[in-house]
């Protein structure tokens, strides 16, 4: 099902508003990719204007950042410890930006929209 993302047909008083032309295809939008803990997978979503748009459905690994001796790494996702955006995220593995995981390098935080770009970066917290 997609998503519209035109005008409210509302007030902000609450009052009818009449919009002059109907919903339009350059105004739907898409339902959020909820990139989940598992065997990667990722899907090809082409964009307005033929670009292509990666997203990732599921993520077996983090490339994290340690930022005492700023080195990149691969590491494994084990699980979603902390969501600051939906608690109930947490009992899903859900991982989006924000997302605190825990990985085989330790605790870190995702910097990326897995949903949008297709990977998962991270930092590396202090617990």
Known sequence: ???????SRRKP?????????KKRRFEIGSEPALT????ERLQM????????KVRMLKATYANVVDP?????A???????KKNAA????VQRNIINKGAIIQTEAGMAKVTSRPGQDGSVNAVLVKE
């Open 13 to 21: 008083s609450g009052g009818r508003l009449r919009l002059n032309r």
């Open 45 to 52: 979503i082409r964009t307005r204007g033929g670009g292509v």
């Open 68 to 72: 005492a001796t700023m080195k990149m």
């Open 1 to 7: 099902m997609a998503l519209w993302q035109g005008k």
């Open 74 to 80: 691969r590491s494994k996702i084990v699980t979603v």
């Open 86 to 89: 939906n608690p109930n995220y």
């Open 36 to 39: 989940l803990v598992g065997v």
